[in-house]
T-cell receptor, first 112, second 114 residues
Framework: QKEVEQNSGPLSVPEGAIASLNCTYSDRGSQSFFWYRQYSGKSPELIMSIYSNGDKEDGRFTAQLNKASQYVSLLIRDSQPSDSATYLCAVEISGGYNKLIFGAGTRLAVHP | DAGITQSPRYKITETGRQVTLMCHQTWSHSYMFWYRQDLGHGLRLIYYSAAADITDKGEVPDGYVVSRSKTENFPLTLESATRSQTSVYFC?????????????FGPGTRLTVT
């Protein structure tokens, strides 16, 4: 059974701080990884995708991938109250061509 | 640019009835997906389609039927709805040019089976 694990939270951070969200996965052959943001009652919104080991930055967001440790993280710099949401980690199944396994999500709360 | 739309947005139906959820995308993406999202389970793949007339099962396909006669449409049918199918259903689509193949989600349909 291929799995994606996330801490459910809530992760509470003060406004302006760095929020660090973590995800581990069991499928050693996975190549592509995604972070989605989901506000309550809304659909998942893609915020980052990463394919290679290392870091990928996009604005205030940085995705970090370590395939050897089977670990992917999302850093949110200068956290804002509007970042308060559930963050879903998704991993492409190896050999599954475009099929994703999702973690249950981490709830982030940014307080003023 | 409408992107990906789903209808209806909310549906209440009775046990045993057939219900069809619609998904339409304007991007001409080749891949389309149906997920359900339940508390405690996260998003789970029901069915997916690589192109018109090509569909395959995901993680939780039992009780569902899909078809894809046109690239832009991917309806999901519950042949005989059960209470366990009460959920939020999301459709997604993806273009496959080079990895990572990003999936984009529709607004969702909240289905209640009574």
């Amino acid at each position: 059974q291929k799995e994606v694990e996330q801490n459910s939270g809530p992760l509470s951070v003060p406004e302006g701080a760095i929020a660090s969200l973590n995800c581990t996965y069991s499928d050693r052959g996975s190549q592509s990884f995604f972070w989605y943001r989901q506000y309550s009652g809304k659909s998942p919104e893609l915020i980052m995708s990463i394919y290679s080991n290392g870091d990928k930055e996009d604005g205030r967001f940085t995705a970090q991938l370590n395939k050897a440790s089977q670990y992917v993280s999302l850093l949110i710099r200068d956290s804002q109250p509007s970042d308060s949401a559930t963050y879903l980690c998704a991993v492409e199944i190896s050999g599954g061509y475009n099929k994703l396994i999702f973690g249950a999500g981490t709830r982030l709360a940014v307080h003023p | 640019d409408a992107g990906i739309t789903q209808s209806p947005r909310y549906k209440i139906t009775e046990t045993g009835r057939q219900v069809t959820l619609m998904c339409h995308q304007t991007w001409s993406h080749s891949y389309m997906f149906w997920y359900r999202q339940d508390l405690g389970h996260g998003l789970r793949l029901i069915y997916y389609s690589a192109a018109a007339d090509i569909t395959d099962k995901g993680e939780v396909p039992d009780g569902y039927v899909v078809s894809r006669s046109k690239t832009e449409n991917f309806p999901l049918t519950l042949e005989s709805a059960t209470r366990s199918q009460t959920s939020v259903y999301f459709c997604a689509s993806s273009v496959v040019r080079e990895p990572p193949y990003e999936q984009y989600f529709g607004p969702g349909t909240r289905l209640t089976v009574t």
